[in-house]
């Protein structure tokens, strides 16, 4: 995780986030330009997400699932008008991009996907999402038509040609995507947190919800691929998850799905 030094102007923030951002060193922690996202390095330290109207929801229902069931850190506030404002607690430890985590690749590469299978193996009945694969293949379409399309690099066998080729896939296959699984639905090594070695809690869920299985184990696998830059990872991977749960040309629709944001 990166942190980027800034000064605010507490007038741009609603009132409810004053408290904890008066007297506060903040600092710039955002990786996408659809949300930004400021630490703020007082107490225990918090994180404050902002996006556009009604793009948080999702996310703010996820993290207190996930939080009920000891898996993220606490929501402390989520207000939605002209924008989304979503407060968390800071998770402990650090994610898995650390370079005392990127330095034991193999260490590495067991962990996340242990976790994962314990994230899959979690009953969901109670979970709030429970469509998230109708979501995700709604998406999927609407990009198509919208001509959206981004050939996902990993690896030259994965590569799709054009957006019809990657879509066709999909459409050949959407009666394959299950929704029996509770996902992360972005396992990405900046979205899961360790001390000391150990999982600590997920972060940015999202995209979480009840879905398929593969989402997940896709993202992890790309993951591996692209912060150690080598796919040498892919099969111990799936290997340390448990290949009973794995339909590999799943991993190959997903892919395809992705092309599409």
């Known amino acids: 995780m990166i942190l980027k030094p800034i000064k605010i102007d507490l007038s741009q923030y609603p009132e409810e986030f004053h408290r904890v951002l008066c007297g506060a060193q903040v600092f710039d922690s955002s990786c996408s330009p659809e949300a ?6 007082k107490g225990d330290g918090y994180f404050l997400k902002s996006a556009a109207a009604g793009t948080l929801s999702d996310e703010a229902q996820m993290n207190r699932y996930f939080n009920s069931k000891g898996l993220a850190p606490r929501v402390l506030e989520y207000l939605s008008g002209e924008r989304d404002w979503l407060l968390t607690e800071r998770a402990k430890g650090s994610d898995c991009t650390s370079a005392q985590y990127l330095a034991h690749p193999e260490k590495l590469c067991d962990t996340l996907a242990e976790i994962l299978r314990m994230l899959h193996d979690i009953d969901y009945v109670d979970c709030p999402v429970k469509n998230r694969t109708e979501t995700y293949l709604n998406t999927v379409d609407d990009n198509y038509r919208q001509g959206v399309f981004g050939p996902l690099k990993y690896g030259e066998e994965l590569a799709f040609s054009s957006a019809d080729e990657a879509w066709r896939l999909v459409d050949d296959n959407r009666a394959t995507f299950a929704q029996d699984t509770l996902i ?17 809690a997920f972060i940015d869920l999202g995209n979480g919800g009840v879905g398929d299985r ?20 892919a099969s111990r991977f799936l290997d340390a998850y448990g290949r009973d749960r794995v339909e590999p040309e799943m991993l ?10």
């Not at 930004?36 to 390095?41: E, F, H, L, S, T």
């Not at 593969?214 to 990872?233: A, C, K, M, Q, S």
């Open 184 to 200: 992360h639905g972005d396992y990405c090594l900046p979205n899961v947190m360790l001390e000391g070695g150990r999982f600590s």
């Open 252 to 261: 190959r629709v997903v892919h395809a799905a992705e092309t599409f944001g």
């Open 36 to 41: 930004r996202v400021i630490y703020i390095d």
């Open 214 to 233: 593969h989402i997940d184990l896709f993202w992890g696998i790309w993951t591996l691929w692209y912060n150690l830059h080598t796919d040498r990872y």
